[in-house]
T-cell receptor, first 113, second 110 residues
Framework: DTAVSQTPKYLVTQMGNDKSIKCEQNLGHDTMYWYKQDSKKFLKIMFSYNNKELIINETVPNRFSPKSPDKAHLNLHINSLELGDSAVYFC????????????FGSGTRLTVV | KQEVTQIPAALSVPEGENLVLNCSFTDSAIYNLQWFRQDPGKGLTSLLLIQSSQREQTSGRLNASLDKSSGRSTLYIAASQPGDSATYLCAVVNDYKLSFGAGTTVTVRA
């Protein structure tokens, strides 16, 4: 009964490919997020959805497109992958407002070769 | 724009010593502050959550304080153990956005 689950855990792909990462939460939270952790281990927000509506869209290349079919799912699709996209991507969820804090998934390590 | 700074970046202590991890943030209009632990190659585990109206939170050997007006939080870990070795991340919430510091990597030597 994992609270926030991401698949796949590891993803190795070639430059130029398109890939998706899936995220699901069973906490009943209203808001979901994608964070990127770069090689220096710094975590930065990419997107946030509240009840299927995009509310935060940081300066992210438009090759990255989040999709939220319902409030329990937030997927991340990446087109034309580049070497610099290699990172760990974390999904998270919270209530709105986040009175009880944030819950994170275990991460997806994306390696572009 | 919120900036979160954690000092020191790394810390190595012998087992049994108390740990003091510092976090500072530039925008004091935070909703709450959360401390996380990250083990190598793993996800983030929430340790403590402090609401903006609170001064501290405690869980077992962990105690976190918050001084919102000065933009500071401190995580204390008493009687450290080798199992406490990890990276500790401080994160603050503004406008539903969680901003992280770069973390403090702790090594507890047996």
């Amino acid at each position: 009964d994992t609270a926030v689950s991401q698949t796949p855990k590891y993803l190795v792909t070639q430059m130029g490919n398109d890939k998706s990462i899936k995220c699901e939460q069973n906490l009943g939270h209203d808001t979901m997020y994608w964070y990127k952790q770069d090689s220096k281990k710094f975590l930065k927000i990419m997107f946030s959805y509240n009840n299927k509506e995009l509310i935060i869209n940081e300066t992210v290349p438009n090759r990255f497109s989040p999709k939220s079919p319902d409030k329990a799912h937030l997927n991340l699709h990446i087109n034309s992958l580049e070497l610099g996209d290699s990172a760990v991507y974390f999904c998270a969820s919270s209530q709105k407002p986040p009175y009880y804090g944030y819950t994170f998934g275990s991460g997806t390590r994306l390696t572009v070769v | 724009k919120q900036e979160v700074t954690q000092i020191p970046a790394a810390l190595s202590v012998p087992e049994g010593e108390n740990l003091v991890l510092n976090c500072s943030f530039t925008d004091s209009a935070i909703y709450n502050l959360q401390w996380f632990r990250q083990d190598p190659g793993k996800g983030l585990t929430s340790l403590l959550l402090i609401q903006s109206s609170q001064r501290e939170q405690t869980s077992g050997r962990l105690n976190a304080s918050l001084d919102k007006s000065s933009g500071r939080s401190t995580l204390y870990i008493a009687a450290s153990q080798p199992g406490d070795s990890a990276t500790y991340l401080c994160a603050v919430v503004n406008d539903y956005k969680l901003s992280f510091g770069a973390g403090t990597t702790v090594t507890v030597r047996a």
